[in-house]
């Protein structure tokens, strides 16, 4: 196997359970193996010849690759360079999401039915996945994107079998707390288990209520006060602080992301000159 120079690795400090592999420009090709992990990734740029499951795929930009524990597969450029984004997740805490998705009892963990896919559905719900990641976002964004992709991935349709009246109560309680503490750090594990739900039945539920899922509905809230508190003539990282921002750069890339603005350039048309 070529050393590859072009790789770089990291841990998720929000899911530890994950590591994330980039390579960019790659020349090196891989003898077969196997992991202990489920693993996918997307391919970013150049094609290369992908063999798993005794069966071999010519990739290409855009594609998704999914390889399930213990599946022995090789990957190499078909010529020149490739860039690609992958994801490690261990193989009991996938079996745990899966459970949740399914909504089934069984220990098994459900293998991935195809070695690649093409559907810019999956794509999507992959690129969101793995930002989410290495931009270290909040655990709860993570997990949800996870969940998100998960659900695409198994062909899960989305139905949510008890209604809307039925849920408000419980639905209502959770976005409460969350509100009040709009600076904590909330972790989908108890949120699920205040609501009496699990934790993919609370997602769906949730999304279904308001319209998004938890995580994006804190960030929209969090959002809305920004601006008021950048009206009122609040110092930026003070308001960063006191909505739970990890630190100004994660508040500014969120505000402008809503707004096509920075936050500064916001507060800028609100204050005496």
């Not at 690795?9 to 003898?31: G, I, M």
């Not at 745990?96 to 069984?106: A, T």
Request: aromatic content about 10%; hydrophobic content about 35%.
């Amino acid at each position: 196997m070529k050393k590859d120079g072009s790789a770089s690795f990291k841990q998720s400090t929000v899911l530890p359970w994950v590591e994330l592999r980039v390579a960019n420009q790659s020349h090196a090709c891989y003898d077969a193996h196997s992991h202990d992990e489920f693993s996918f990734g997307i391919i970013n740029q150049g094609h290369a010849y992908y063999r798993n499951r005794q069966q071999t795929h010519h990739i290409g930009e855009g594609d998704v690759v999914t390889i399930n524990p213990a599946d022995v597969h090789a990957c190499n450029p078909n010529a020149g360079t490739w860039s690609y984004s992958m994801l490690f997740v261990d193989t009991l805490k996938m079996g745990d999401v899966q459970r949740d998705v399914l909504q089934r009892d069984s220990s098994d963990y459900t293998p991935f039915f195809n070695d690649l896919e093409r559907s810019p559905f999956v794509k999507q719900r992959f690129q969101a996945l793995f930002d989410a990641l290495q931009a270290d976002s909040s655990a709860l964004q993570a997990q949800v994107c996870l969940y998100e992709f998960i659900e695409v991935m198994l062909g899960k349709q989305a139905h949510d079998h008890i209604g809307k009246m039925a849920l408000q109560p419980y639905l209502t309680h959770i976005r409460e707390k969350m509100l009040d503490d709009i600076d904590h750090t909330h972790q989908l594990d108890d949120l699920a288990e205040e609501a009496g739900m699990s934790r993919y039945q609370l997602l769906r539920a949730f999304k279904s209520q308001f319209g998004l899922p938890p995580h994006a509905y804190l960030m929209d809230e969090k959002i809305k006060r920004a601006k008021v508190m950048l009206k009122s003539g609040k110092d930026i990282s003070d308001v960063a602080l006191q909505l739970g921002f990890s630190d100004q750069a994660h508040f500014q890339r969120q505000f402008k992301k809503k707004l096509a603005v920075t936050p500064k350039f916001y507060q800028s048309h609100f204050l005496q000159k």
